[in-house]
C-alpha cells in the first residue's frame, strides 16, 4: 500500500479523492504497524518477543541445539497458518525445504536489499521469478525445519550478509514487547 502527503499537495481535494479511491495511507507520524508498515505478521497479536534474547539477531545459546552460535534474524511467535505479508514488493528467488530453514522463501526487494521467512508449511510454495506486493500474503506460520513451534524466522541480506532486521522493521511498542533492543552480539 502506497501513501501520499496530501498536506503538501496544491490540490488537497483531489489527492484525498484519489488516496480513498485506491486506498493510500496518509503520512504522518509514527506507525502503528500492521501489513502497511512493513510488518510480517498480524498486530497487535503477533509482535516481537524482544524479552527473549533468543529471538533476537546475533549471537545466542540456540534454543534447540543448545550451542552458542550466531542467529541471522528475528524469531517471531505465532500460531501455525497464520499469514505472512511480505515487508517490501521484490521477486521470490528461492522458494521451497532449505536445510535447518525447512520450507523457505526469499524475496529480493526493489530496493536493493532480501528477505527470507523460514519455517512455513511444506504446502506453502511460490514459484522463483513471481512478483510480489509489499503486504502481499506470501506464506504462513509453520514448523518445518529446525523449530520448536510455530514461528517465522526472518532475515535480511545485503549482498549476501545478514542485516540486524532492527535496521529495516518498524520497532516500537507495536511491534516489540520490551524496549529498547539491546545492540546485538555479533562475536561469537
Known amino acids: 500500500m502506497s501513501s501520499i502527503n496530501i498536506f503538501n499537495s496544491k490540490d488537497f481535494g483531489p489527492a484525498l479523492l484519489i488516496g480513498m479511491l485506491f486506498g493510500?495511507?496518509?503520512?504522518?507520524?509514527?506507525?502503528?504497524?500492521?501489513?502497511?508498515?512493513?510488518?510480517?505478521?498480524?498486530l497487535p497479536q503477533y509482535k516481537l518477543d524482544s524479552c527473549d534474547p533468543t529471538n533476537l539477531f546475533g549471537c545466542r545459546l540456540n534454543p534447540v541445539t543448545g550451542l552458542?552460535?550466531?542467529?541471522?534474524?528475528?524469531?517471531?511467535?505465532?500460531?501455525?497458518?497464520?499469514?505472512?505479508?511480505?515487508?517490501?514488493?521484490?521477486?521470490?528467488?528461492?522458494?521451497?525445504?532449505?536445510?535447518?530453514?525447512?520450507?523457505s522463501i526469499t524475496v529480493m526487494t526493489n530496493k536493493g536489499w532480501s528477505f527470507m521467512y523460514a519455517h512455513r508449511p511444506v504446502t506453502d510454495g511460490w514459484p522463483v521469478g513471481t512478483?510480489?506486493?509489499?503486504?502481499?500474503?506470501?506464506?504462513?506460520?509453520?514448523?518445518?525445519?529446525q523449530t520448536q513451534g510455530g514461528h517465522v524466522h526472518l532475515e535480511i541480506r545485503v549482498n549476501g550478509e545478514a542485516m540486524d532486521p532492527a535496521n529495516y522493521l518498524p520497532v516500537n511498542a507495536d511491534t516489540c514487547t520490551c524496549l529498547p533492543l539491546p545492540p546485538p552480539d555479533t562475536g561469537c
Open 68 to 103: 552458542y552460535a550466531f542467529h541471522a534474524g528475528w524469531d517471531i511467535q505465532a500460531p501455525n497458518g497464520t499469514d505472512l505479508w511480505a515487508i517490501e514488493a521484490g521477486t521470490v528467488t528461492q522458494s521451497g525445504m532449505n536445510g535447518g530453514w525447512g520450507n
Open 24 to 42: 493510500l495511507t496518509l503520512k504522518g507520524g509514527g506507525g502503528g504497524g500492521g501489513q502497511t508498515d512493513g510488518w510480517p505478521l498480524p
Open 131 to 145: 512478483q510480489v506486493q509489499k503486504g502481499e500474503v506470501i506464506g504462513h506460520i509453520g514448523t518445518t525445519g
